[in-house]
Structure formats: structure tokens, C-alpha cells
């Protein structure tokens, strides 16, 4: 009879092990919190990531509506008056975008790398805007940034800014990519030039 009572208080030593191994709660915290904490950062990461692309995207259509302002009522055409070489009035056109009241306008891109066209159009329909991302490459196209037309008085403008944003967050993949994992961001402005 010891030998049968020795092996029940085994088996119900094993048992109570294995029933009190399932009820511990020791260590529920660290694996309930290990189990939360990847798919938070992410999210936090990505909403992180989406609200700068917003505040970038904002900046750059703010830039870009200041230096159209100066094409619209003709400063910019007469401070560039004897410009002819496409590269420099463009380059002369991305100098006032980056700048706001005289002073460098801060943004989150670098303002240098901003690429634009400035095309005029002789009515509103057959305004168009350039493609700047090439999808095969995954990088700028290659006709993108080089097109600038002298704006005269009463005629269609269009103005198409575009510049690479570095993103630090994979997880939403709301614009066009560059081959390098930055994002696109461009602005447009289409306006009638006033009569100066």
C-alpha cells in the first residue's frame, strides 16, 4: 500500500505543477505587454510619420503659392527680365520659394532640391501638369524641372514644384515612392497672370 500511496501523491503533485503552471500570472504582464508594445510603436511611428508628411506637404504648397504670387503680378518676370537661360530663372524662381519675407523659409526638405516647372498655356484646358516620378526607374523623370516659359501679362501659368521627402516610416505607403524609400511631394499653382 506505500507504494500505491507514494504514486497518488506523485500523480497529484504532477498535476497540481501542470494546473499551477496554467494559473500563474507571474510573468502575464511582460508577455501581454511584449505582445502590445511592436504593433503601438508602429502605429505611433506611422502617425508620426503621416502628420510630417501633411506639415512638408503643407509647407511646400505655402512656398509655392508665395513665389507664384510673384509670377501672377509680374515681379518676378521684371526682376528676371534679361534672363534667358531656362536653369537660371528656375534657379531665380526656387530662390524666392525658399524664401519668406526676406529671410530662408524654414522647412522640412531641403529647399535646394525643390524641382519646378513653369509652363504657360493659352487657356486653362490645355493647361497640363508634368509626370516628375519616372515609375519604371523609381527616380525623377528625366524631362522633369527643366521647362520654364517667360510668363507674359493675361496668359495661363502653371507652376509644378516637386521635391523628394525622406520618410523614416514604411508602414504606410500613402505616395509615391522613390527607389529609395523618400516620398514625392509636389505642389501645383494654375493662375492667370495679371495685366502689369
Known sequence: ????????RHRTESTGRSVGFFRARGGATAVEFALVVFPFLILVTGILDTAMLFWASQTLDDA????ARTVQTGQFQGANAGETDPAR??????????RSNGAERWTLFTCSDVK???RVYDSIAAGKTMTPLDPQTRNWSPDFGKSYTNAQASTIVVIQAAVKYPSFSFTFPMTTSFADGSRLLQS????????F
Open 188 to 195: 501645383v499653382q494654375v493662375f492667370r497672370t495679371e495685366p
Open 64 to 67: 509655392l503659392a508665395d513665389a
Open 89 to 98: 530663372a528656375l534657379t531665380n524662381l526656387r530662390n524666392e520659394l525658399c
Open 1 to 8: 500500500m506505500p507504494i500505491r500511496s507514494s504514486s497518488r
Open 116 to 118: 519646378l516647372e513653369l
